[in-house]
């Protein structure tokens, strides 16, 4: 067994070039920890990649959407966001399945082709939901959304999670994980 007390002067060096290496790589290996993106005004928060940017993801300055709560990571060609709407806002809609009608009539003005690939209700902890997968066209760009409606106590929901149909496998799982990371938080 080779030591370091009688090694050679160039296998000492050798010894410690291993040593840092095993060390550099060892604490590169940290995984970075999950966002959370939080709306107190809206009691709610969701949990987003570490690798995500957070942000308004439209041009420089000017929130993208009326979303309060963006991020995402251009390189993965994956996005998520959420829409919150006080209850006490809007007129003539006092339920989850007339919210979700006046939604994606709004989302056909930016979506073209509009097509609703699947509907499931469900309960999301006390909360009644539904999720859906909507595909559609915009600026030019197919793109695949998951989005879960949510009634809580005041507010309605849209947490919502895209990519582009070529992507949408490798990202699937993500998208997914941003849906069932909604949580409400005390106000």
């Keep these: 067994m080779l030591r370091a007390s009688n090694a050679s002067p160039r296998h000492r060096l050798w010894l410690f070039f291993l040593v840092f290496v095993a060390l550099v790589a060892a604490s590169g290996c940290k995984k970075k920890a999950p966002q959370t993106l939080r709306d107190d005004i809206a009691g709610m928060q969701i949990v987003v990649p570490a690798g995500f940017k957070v942000g308004p ?3 420089e300055g000017q929130a993208a959407t009326s979303m309060r709560l963006q991020a995402g990571d251009f390189v993965k060609d994956i996005g998520a966001g959420v829409v919150s709407e006080a209850k006490a806002d809007l007129a003539d809609i006092t339920t989850l399945d007339q919210y979700i009608e006046a939604s994606n009539t709004n989302r056909t003005n930016v979506l073209k082709k509009m097509d609703v690939k699947s509907q499931q209700a469900k309960r999301c902890g006390v909360h009644k939901c539904v999720d859906m997968e909507i595909r559609g066209a915009s600026n030019g ?10 009634e809580a106590d005041a507010y309605f929901h849209q947490v919502m999670a895209w990519t582009s149909p070529s992507r949408l ?6 998208m997914q994980g941003v849906l069932d990371s909604y949580a409400d938080i005390p106000r």
């Design 169 to 174: 496998e490798q990202n699937r799982a993500v």
């Design 141 to 150: 760009l197919n793109l695949v959304y998951f989005v879960r409606y949510i």
């Design 57 to 59: 993801l439209g041009k």
